[in-house]
């Protein structure tokens, strides 16, 4: 497997423009996570799936977010409009459910700079 | 959430082994006990997790108090790829099943010297 993938791995845009992130989660894996990690806060959870459906969306940071996630092979992080302070790496992750299948696996990033 | 405390920073010199403490001391009993890593410019990585005994496996190994309020990862022989964040965290469990978070804090930076 190639592990989760994300796309872009790298995103310039201007304030106020739309930024859509995507992750493609392990085949097989039930669970979706996305984060977001900045020097000042960390690495914080926004949301996270279970079978393509939100189970906690309490780290949304505003209505700014939103996540979707329209099959078990596909996630997006959008964000409208977008900010300096939305600046940071945002990582998706994926793990299994069940026993024995507690690992979590992080994509590479995407480094998102708003200016 | 339980909250785990860990040193800011520690360094090792290769081909030493390494002890990363991690205290926890609102864990309850259900509370299992996770590692994580993170290499520079890389999302995080499993490493290992416990509930009450030992753990071992290929990367570490985690040594886990009696009364479970502090743990201690570690790694037999440091090498200078091992040089990243640690982070040890406790899993959250919304219903006690598979619907658990995990809360990262700032964990340990760790340093190997050649």
């Known amino acids: 497997d190639a592990g989760v993938i994300q796309s872009p791995r790298h995103e310039v845009t201007e304030m106020g423009q739309e930024v859509t992130l995507r992750c493609k989660p392990i085949?097989?894996?039930?669970?979706l996570f996305w984060y977001r990690q900045t020097m000042m806060r960390g690495l914080e959870l926004l949301i996270y799936?279970?079978?393509?459906?939100?189970?906690?969306d309490s780290g949304m940071p505003e209505d700014r977010f939103s996540a979707k996630m329209p099959n078990a092979s596909f996630s997006t992080l959008k964000i409208q409009p977008s900010e300096p302070r939305d600046s940071a790496v945002y990582f998706c992750?994926?793990?299994?459910?069940?026993?024995?299948?507690?690992?979590?696996?992080f994509g590479p990033g995407t480094r998102l700079t708003v200016l | 959430d339980a909250k785990t405390t860990q040193p800011n920073s520690m360094e090792s010199n290769e081909e030493e082994p390494v002890h990363l403490p991690c205290n926890h001391s609102?864990?309850?009993?259900?509370?299992?006990i996770h590692w994580y890593r993170q290499l520079p410019s890389q999302g995080p990585e499993y490493v290992i997790h416990g509930l009450t005994s030992n753990v071992n496996n290929r990367m570490a190994s985690l040594a886990i108090a009696e009364d479970r309020k502090s743990s201690t990862l570690i790694l037999h022989r440091a090498t200078l790829r091992d040089a990243a964040v640690y982070y040890c965290i406790l899993r959250d469990a919304v219903d006690g099943g598979s619907n658990y978070k995990l809360t990262f804090g700032k964990g340990t930076l760790l340093t190997v010297n050649p």
């Open positions: 085949s097989g894996h039930d669970y």
């Open positions: 799936f279970n079978n393509n459906v939100p189970i906690d």
């Open positions: 609102t864990i309850s009993g259900t509370d299992y």
């Open positions: 992750a994926s793990r299994g459910q069940g026993l024995g299948r507690n690992e979590q696996f």
